[in-house]
C-alpha cells in the first residue's frame, strides 16, 4: 500500500504570496490531519478533514484553511504570507480519524518565506 | 487549552544505557496516547501506543507505560544502540471519538557508541 504523499516537498515564497499545498491519504484513509513543524513550537495541529468536512481546528488564524475533496485527497492554503509561516507541513492520515486511530504521516512540504 | 508536556527536552545516553523520556497531559478525556520517532529530515514514525484501558505495553526494546489517574505516560527504551538516535514526540488524542492529537515539544535523544 502506497504511504501518504505531499506535494510539492519544498516550496519558496515572499511575503504577502499565498500558497496551496497537497496531501494523498493512504488509499481507503478517510481523515486528513495537517500540523505545523517548526523547532521552536513542535508539532502544532492546524486542523482535520473527514468525508470532506472540516471536523475540528486548531489555533491558527483564518489565513490557514484547507479542505478535503471526495477522493479524500486535501489541501491546505496559506494566504498573505508572513515571514512566520516558514515552517515544516506535514500532513497525516487515518482510517476515521477516531481517537485511537493511528496516523501516518506524510513527507512533509518545506515553506520557505522571504 | 490542552497541553503536553514531554521532559527532557535533550537526553544523552552510552550505548546499551536505558532511555526514558516523560510527558504529562491536560485533557481527562484524552484515551490514546502514541510515541513517534523523527530522525533527521524524515517523517515522524510511530513507534508505539498506548490505550487508556492498558496500563504498559512492550514491543522488544520499547516500552511505554500509563498512569491515567496522574495524567502521565513514559517511554522507556531499553539497550539502546545509536539508531535510536532522533526526536522522540509523545502526543495524546484531543476529544471524544473525534479527538486529535496534541504533540509534546520532543526529545532529542543522542546516543553515544
Known amino acids: 500500500k502506497a504511504g501518504v504523499t505531499q506535494t510539492p516537498r519544498y516550496l519558496i515564497k515572499t511575503r504577502g504570496q499565498q500558497v496551496t499545498l497537497s496531501c494523498s491519504p493512504i488509499?481507503?484513509?478517510?481523515?486528513v490531519s495537517w500540523y505545523q513543524q517548526t523547532p521552536g513550537q513542535g508539532l502544532q495541529f492546524l486542523f482535520e478533514?473527514?468525508?470532506?468536512?472540516?471536523?475540528n481546528k486548531g489555533n491558527f488564524p483564518g489565513r490557514f484553511s484547507g479542505r478535503q475533496f471526495s477522493n479524500s485527497r486535501s489541501e491546505m492554503n496559506v494566504s498573505t504570507l508572513e515571514l512566520g509561516d516558514s515552517a515544516l507541513y506535514l500532513c497525516?492520515?487515518?482510517?476515521?480519524?477516531?481517537?485511537?486511530?493511528?496516523?501516518?504521516f506524510g513527507p512533509g512540504t518545506r515553506l520557505t518565506v522571504l | 487549552g490542552e497541553n503536553v508536556e514531554q521532559h527532557p527536552s535533550t537526553l544523552s545516553v552510552q550505548e546499551g544505557d536505558s532511555a526514558v523520556i516523560k510527558c504529562t497531559y491536560s485533557?481527562?478525556?484524552?484515551?490514546?496516547f502514541p510515541w513517534y520517532k523523527q530522525e533527521l529530515g524524515k517523517r515522524p514514525q510511530l513507534i508505539i501506543d498506548?490505550?487508556?484501558?492498558?496500563g504498559e505495553k512492550k514491543d522488544q526494546r520499547i516500552a511505554v507505560t500509563l498512569n491515567k489517574t496522574a495524567k502521565h505516560f513514559s517511554l522507556h527504551i531499553t539497550e539502546t544502540q545509536p539508531e535510536d538516535s532522533a526526536v522522540y514526540f509523545c502526543?495524546?488524542?484531543?476529544?471524544?471519538?473525534?479527538?486529535?492529537?496534541?504533540f509534546g515539544k520532543g526529545t532529542k535523544l543522542s546516543v553515544k557508541p
Open positions: 497525516a492520515s487515518s482510517l476515521t480519524g477516531g481517537s485511537t486511530n493511528e496516523q501516518f
Open positions: 488509499s481507503g484513509h478517510r481523515s
Open positions: 478533514y473527514f468525508s470532506e468536512t472540516q471536523r
Open positions: 485533557d481527562s478525556a484524552s484515551n490514546y
Open positions: 498506548i490505550r487508556s484501558n492498558v
Open positions: 502526543a495524546a488524542s484531543i476529544g471524544g471519538s473525534q479527538g486529535n492529537l496534541i
